[in-house]
């Protein structure tokens, strides 16, 4: 049974439960899409965050950030999150589409164009 547990954790099949510590980008990351999808978006962004701190390029944990800042209504940081992907990847739509999201909650219409 320990080589079973030991050669999915290894290929990356098992994930560390949401309560436990995690020890990887990888690790905080799945955490904080597990909490976003639950709704706790506030440790969601700590997750993300973190990830962030092993991998401060990584595309993909940007945009969840700013997407579960938008949805706690943190739209400022949203867009600094979305401006950050675009650094990463100057083409990203999903990159743009947040930005532009961002904007048009708090009002700025002229900025979402």
């Not at 899409?33 to 993300?48: L, T």
């Not at 390029?57 to 867009?79: D, H, K, P």
């Not at 950050?84 to 990159?95: I, N, Q, T, W």
């Not at 947040?98 to 009002?107: D, P, S």
């Amino acid at each position: 049974m320990a080589i079973v547990v030991a050669l999915l954790l290894s290929a990356g099949c098992l994930r560390p439960h949401p309560t436990e510590k995690p020890e990887s980008a990888r690790d905080y990351f799945n955490r904080g899409i597990e909490r976003s999808a639950k709704g706790d978006y506030h440790n969601a962004i700590d997750d993300f965050t973190r990830a962030l701190d092993f991998e401060p390029t990584w595309l993909e944990a940007f945009l969840q950030r700013g997407q579960a800042r938008l949805q706690i209504g943190n739209c400022e940081s949203a867009i600094d999150d979305f401006t950050k992907a675009l650094v990463v990847k100057p083409d990203c739509a999903d990159a743009y589409d947040g930005r532009a999201e961002g904007h048009r909650l708090r009002r700025e219409f002229v900025d979402a164009e």
